[in-house]
């Protein structure tokens, strides 16, 4: 059977990409493949193929046959450098990316979308791109996928990341020691002078559900405030979507390997997993609202001193809303981060 070869946008891949693959015949000879396509001028090409193993292929040409790539050993996917005969460009050199297990085919489908993104999109060389990618999924790769986040956990996760891309543009190290909602911790956002609670909702109000008596709770000799959120729907193409979001956090600390890998590994501890990415890109907003209060005196809540405690036999938890619509507060673009850190 003759080699085919097409074309698809870098955006346009999805797992089942992969089935428009023909295996290759023999180990050796002229391989088909889909030649993916992108705005950056000047790219590097990037081609899918499966061998005769049935094995998947995201190939980087390169100049030469050496090039310094870590293979990160990750079980069911390798990296190496390869020569292969293209159909339409012979003999080419190639940074060559395998999947081996059909059972990572997905999570390999959401690699291939991040290289492709990398080189196509941004102009980044095949080296720096596939380094930078395997780099963020060593933290993913091999974790059991969860299940798909409920739309209110999405918005919860998105006003969360909100907050964090605002704090790392002042100081990225602080803003990720300060993340610890996904951990657990009583608050989502704990500083040295204080801690953020996070609310959103897509509520023609912003009335926002406080899970505990003790959630609205000043830790001791710091201060509490909330940052609540009000969301729309976008349309396709406008707003933004929590994937977007994510990738923009993700492109803020490029130059920062540790941190990088430290929001990954918050990510999943939340629940969210880059390969389940699809399922989560039509949910796109705009930011209605942004404005944080200071939880004092006057502020509306339900703690411990407003209640019998320990509260009464067989009253297990308190749960409420709170109205904050029309109530005063410092947009997030104006409050002061520093002050947070100092």
């Known amino acids: 059977m003759t080699p085919s070869m097409s074309t698809i946008h870098h955006s346009k891949i999805d797992v089942n990409t992969w089935k428009q693959l023909q295996r290759q015949e023999g180990v050796s000879g002229e391989i088909g493949t889909i030649q993916l396509t992108g705005t950056a001028p000047n790219h590097n090409t990037m081609v899918l193929f499966k061998d005769h193993r049935g094995h998947l292929h995201c190939a980087l040409e390169i100049p030469n046959p050496v090039a310094s790539i870590t293979n990160h050993r990750l079980r069911g996917m390798q990296c190496g450098t390869s020569t292969y005969t293209i159909k339409g460009k ?3 050199h190639l940074i060559d990316l395998v999947c081996s297990l059909d059972g990572f085919a997905k999570e390999f489908t959401a690699v291939t979308k991040d290289v492709a993104h990398e080189v196509l999109h941004n102009g980044r060389g095949p080296v720096d791109a596939v380094t930078k990618v395997l780099r ?3 933290t993913f790769w091999g974790q059991m ?12 996760l998105y006003c969360e990341l909100l907050i964090l891309e605002a704090v790392i543009a002042v100081d990225p190290e602080s803003a990720m020691a300060a993340w610890q909602g996904p951990e657990g911790h009583v608050h989502d956002f704990s500083f040295n002078q204080g801690c953020i609670e996070v609310k959103g909702t897509k509520k023609s109000k912003r009335v926002h559900t406080i899970s505990s008596i003790e959630q609205l709770v000043p830790p001791d000799h710091r201060t509490l405030h909330i940052a609540s959120h009000r969301l729309s729907d976008a349309e396709p193409g406008a707003g933004r979507s929590i994937v977007e979001l994510e990738k923009d956090i993700r492109a803020s600390l490029t130059h920062e390997p540790v941190l ?7 990510l999943l501890a939340v629940g ?48 409420y809303d709170i109205d904050l619509e029309g109530l005063a507060g410092l947009h997030v673009n104006d409050f002061q981060w520093s002050d947070m850190m100092a």
Do not use: M
Not at 145 to 156: M, Q, W
Not at 260 to 266: D, I, S
Not at 305 to 310: D, E
């Open 90 to 92: 012979g003999r080419t």
């Open 136 to 138: 963020n999924w060593v």
């Open 145 to 156: 996928r969860g299940a798909v986040l409920s739309e209110d956990k999405i918005i919860g």
């Open 260 to 266: 990088e890998t430290r929001f990954g590994e918050l």
């Open 272 to 319: 969210y997993h880059p390969a389940q990415s699809e399922n989560y890109s039509d949910f796109r907003y705009h930011v209605e609202q942004a404005l944080i209060h200071l939880v004092d005196e006057g502020f509306p809540c339900l703690t411990p001193k407003h209640l019998q405690n320990p509260l009464p036999f067989r009253i297990e938890k308190v749960i």
